[in-house]
Protein backbone atom coordinates (compact mmCIF):
# COMPACT_ATOMS: atom_id res chain seq x y z
CA UNK A 1 0.00 0.00 0.00
CA UNK A 2 1.37 3.47 -1.05
CA UNK A 3 0.07 6.03 1.73
CA UNK A 4 -1.70 9.07 -1.04
CA UNK A 5 -3.66 11.45 1.66
CA UNK A 6 -5.55 12.21 4.65
CA UNK A 7 -8.63 14.04 5.45
CA UNK A 8 -10.15 15.03 8.39
CA UNK A 9 -13.98 14.35 8.27
CA UNK A 10 -15.21 15.27 11.70
CA UNK A 11 -13.75 16.12 15.01
CA UNK A 12 -15.80 14.99 18.01
CA UNK A 13 -15.16 15.68 21.75
CA UNK A 14 -12.77 13.42 22.06
CA UNK A 15 -12.28 11.18 18.67
CA UNK A 16 -11.70 12.42 14.93
CA UNK A 17 -12.71 10.76 12.43
CA UNK A 18 -10.36 10.94 9.30
CA UNK A 19 -10.41 9.28 5.64
CA UNK A 20 -7.10 7.96 4.46
CA UNK A 21 -6.25 7.64 0.81
CA UNK A 22 -3.88 4.69 0.30
CA UNK A 23 -3.15 2.80 -3.96
CA UNK A 24 -3.43 -0.72 -3.82
CA UNK A 25 -0.21 -2.62 -4.95
CA UNK A 26 -2.29 -2.98 -8.20
CA UNK A 27 -2.77 0.64 -8.60
CA UNK A 28 -6.36 0.85 -7.70
CA UNK A 29 -7.52 3.83 -5.04
CA UNK A 30 -8.63 2.65 -1.58
CA UNK A 31 -10.08 4.94 1.09
CA UNK A 32 -10.12 3.81 5.09
CA UNK A 33 -11.61 5.18 7.34
CA UNK A 34 -10.75 5.55 10.93
CA UNK A 35 -10.76 7.32 14.02
CA UNK A 36 -8.05 8.78 16.23
CA UNK A 37 -7.10 10.40 19.50
CA UNK A 38 -5.19 13.09 17.69
CA UNK A 39 -6.76 16.29 16.05
CA UNK A 40 -4.55 17.41 14.14
CA UNK A 41 -3.27 14.08 11.42
CA UNK A 42 -2.21 15.75 8.52
CA UNK A 43 0.71 12.90 6.76
CA UNK A 44 1.30 9.45 7.26
CA UNK A 45 4.16 9.74 10.26
CA UNK A 46 1.22 11.24 12.05
CA UNK A 47 -1.10 8.52 12.08
CA UNK A 48 1.68 5.67 14.40
CA UNK A 49 3.24 8.30 16.53
CA UNK A 50 4.98 6.77 19.84
CA UNK A 51 2.88 8.52 22.01
CA UNK A 52 0.53 6.18 23.81
CA UNK A 53 -3.03 7.99 24.31
CA UNK A 54 -3.71 5.29 26.94
CA UNK A 55 -3.08 2.58 30.35
CA UNK A 56 -4.52 -0.79 30.88
CA UNK A 57 -4.15 -2.21 34.38
CA UNK A 58 -3.62 -5.75 34.72
CA UNK A 59 -3.33 -6.41 38.37
CA UNK A 60 -3.04 -9.17 40.58
CA UNK A 61 -3.33 -9.27 44.45
CA UNK A 62 -0.67 -9.79 46.48
CA UNK A 63 -0.55 -13.26 46.35
CA UNK A 64 -1.18 -13.35 42.69
CA UNK A 65 -4.15 -15.84 43.11
CA UNK A 66 -6.69 -13.44 42.26
CA UNK A 67 -7.18 -10.77 39.08
CA UNK A 68 -8.86 -7.26 39.45
CA UNK A 69 -11.22 -6.82 37.08
CA UNK A 70 -14.37 -4.40 36.03
CA UNK A 71 -17.49 -5.25 34.85
CA UNK A 72 -18.55 -2.25 32.76
CA UNK A 73 -21.40 -1.04 31.51
CA UNK A 74 -19.71 -0.25 27.76
CA UNK A 75 -22.05 2.49 25.52
CA UNK A 76 -20.71 1.63 22.11
CA UNK A 77 -21.82 -2.04 22.94
CA UNK A 78 -24.92 -1.64 25.21
CA UNK A 79 -24.08 -4.10 27.36
CA UNK A 80 -21.76 -4.74 30.34
CA UNK A 81 -18.36 -6.09 29.41
CA UNK A 82 -15.49 -7.73 31.67
CA UNK A 83 -12.61 -5.52 30.94
CA UNK A 84 -9.03 -4.53 32.70
CA UNK A 85 -9.21 -1.26 34.53
CA UNK A 86 -7.67 1.38 31.96
CA UNK A 87 -7.74 5.20 30.96
CA UNK A 88 -6.82 8.01 29.15
CA UNK A 89 -2.92 9.47 30.63
CA UNK A 90 -3.38 12.90 30.98
CA UNK A 91 -1.37 15.86 29.86
CA UNK A 92 1.78 16.36 31.97
CA UNK A 93 1.25 12.63 33.08
CA UNK A 94 3.67 9.47 32.60
CA UNK A 95 2.56 6.28 32.99
CA UNK A 96 2.85 5.26 36.13
CA UNK A 97 0.88 8.35 37.14
CA UNK A 98 -1.79 7.45 34.81
CA UNK A 99 -1.83 3.98 35.92
CA UNK A 100 -2.08 5.51 40.04
CA UNK A 101 -4.69 7.65 39.19
CA UNK A 102 -6.80 5.71 36.94
CA UNK A 103 -6.78 2.61 39.26
CA UNK A 104 -7.84 4.55 42.04
CA UNK A 105 -10.51 6.33 39.83
CA UNK A 106 -11.79 3.30 38.74
CA UNK A 107 -11.52 0.89 42.02
CA UNK A 108 -10.51 2.96 45.18
CA UNK A 109 -7.36 0.75 45.24
CA UNK A 110 -3.68 1.66 45.81
CA UNK A 111 -1.63 0.24 43.30
CA UNK A 112 1.41 -0.65 44.98
CA UNK A 113 3.80 -2.32 42.93
CA UNK A 114 4.77 -1.94 39.09
CA UNK A 115 6.75 -5.36 37.62
CA UNK A 116 6.37 -4.21 34.15
CA UNK A 117 5.62 -1.77 31.95
CA UNK A 118 4.70 -3.71 28.13
CA UNK A 119 5.82 -1.56 24.70
CA UNK A 120 2.91 0.63 23.76
CA UNK A 121 0.32 -1.70 21.41
CA UNK A 122 -2.88 -0.44 19.39
CA UNK A 123 -6.28 -1.03 21.29
CA UNK A 124 -8.18 -1.30 18.34
CA UNK A 125 -6.27 -1.59 15.12
CA UNK A 126 -9.02 -2.36 12.77
CA UNK A 127 -10.47 1.04 12.50
CA UNK A 128 -7.94 3.27 14.98
CA UNK A 129 -4.51 4.40 16.12
CA UNK A 130 -4.90 5.09 19.44
CA UNK A 131 -2.19 3.09 21.32
CA UNK A 132 -1.86 1.98 24.84
CA UNK A 133 0.62 0.95 27.41
CA UNK A 134 -0.10 -1.90 29.68
CA UNK A 135 0.72 -1.76 33.48
CA UNK A 136 1.16 -5.27 35.41
CA UNK A 137 1.13 -5.16 38.89
CA UNK A 138 -0.27 -5.61 42.64
CA UNK A 139 -3.16 -2.97 44.40
CA UNK A 140 -4.39 -3.40 47.86
CA UNK A 141 -6.76 -1.73 49.72
CA UNK A 142 -10.42 -1.63 49.74
CA UNK A 143 -12.65 -1.71 46.45
CA UNK A 144 -15.06 0.98 46.22
CA UNK A 145 -17.46 2.55 43.94
CA UNK A 146 -15.67 4.66 40.95
CA UNK A 147 -15.83 8.29 41.46
CA UNK A 148 -16.72 8.72 37.99
CA UNK A 149 -20.48 9.50 37.11
CA UNK A 150 -19.74 9.40 33.64
CA UNK A 151 -18.19 5.07 33.89
CA UNK A 152 -20.25 2.11 35.30
CA UNK A 153 -17.98 0.32 36.74
CA UNK A 154 -18.40 -2.57 39.09
CA UNK A 155 -14.55 -4.01 40.26
CA UNK A 156 -13.51 -7.20 41.97
CA UNK A 157 -10.97 -9.68 42.72
CA UNK A 158 -11.65 -12.95 40.64
CA UNK A 159 -9.53 -16.53 41.36
CA UNK A 160 -8.64 -18.58 37.93
CA UNK A 161 -11.58 -20.90 38.87
CA UNK A 162 -13.99 -17.98 38.72
CA UNK A 163 -12.10 -16.43 36.06
CA UNK A 164 -12.78 -19.51 33.48
CA UNK A 165 -16.71 -19.58 34.45
CA UNK A 166 -16.84 -16.24 33.58
CA UNK A 167 -15.29 -16.63 30.10
CA UNK A 168 -17.78 -19.38 29.54
CA UNK A 169 -20.33 -16.99 30.21
CA UNK A 170 -20.13 -13.21 29.52
CA UNK A 171 -18.60 -10.95 26.99
CA UNK A 172 -15.18 -9.62 28.24
CA UNK A 173 -12.89 -7.00 26.11
CA UNK A 174 -10.75 -8.90 23.24
CA UNK A 175 -7.30 -8.21 24.99
CA UNK A 176 -8.83 -9.15 28.51
CA UNK A 177 -10.15 -12.24 27.59
CA UNK A 178 -6.67 -13.26 26.11
CA UNK A 179 -4.93 -12.87 28.71
CA UNK A 180 -7.57 -14.16 31.14
CA UNK A 181 -7.63 -17.47 29.31
CA UNK A 182 -3.90 -18.49 29.74
CA UNK A 183 -3.74 -16.71 33.37
CA UNK A 184 -6.70 -19.05 34.24
CA UNK A 185 -4.79 -21.71 32.67
CA UNK A 186 -1.64 -21.49 34.27
Known sequence: MKFRSIKKEYQGNYLTYYKIGYETEGGKEKIYEMIS??????????????QADAVIMIIHDSTGEKILLNLEYRMAVGEWV????????????????????????ETGLKLTVIKEIWKESYSAVGFSNEKGKVVIGTAEGKIQKSDSEAEEIKA????????????????????TQAYCSLWSRM
Request: proline share 3%; no cysteine; aromatic share 8%.
Open 156 to 175: AWYTKAEVKALLGEHRFAAR
Open 37 to 50: RNPEMKKQDDLNSS
Open 82 to 105: YNFPAGLIDDGENVSEAAERELRE
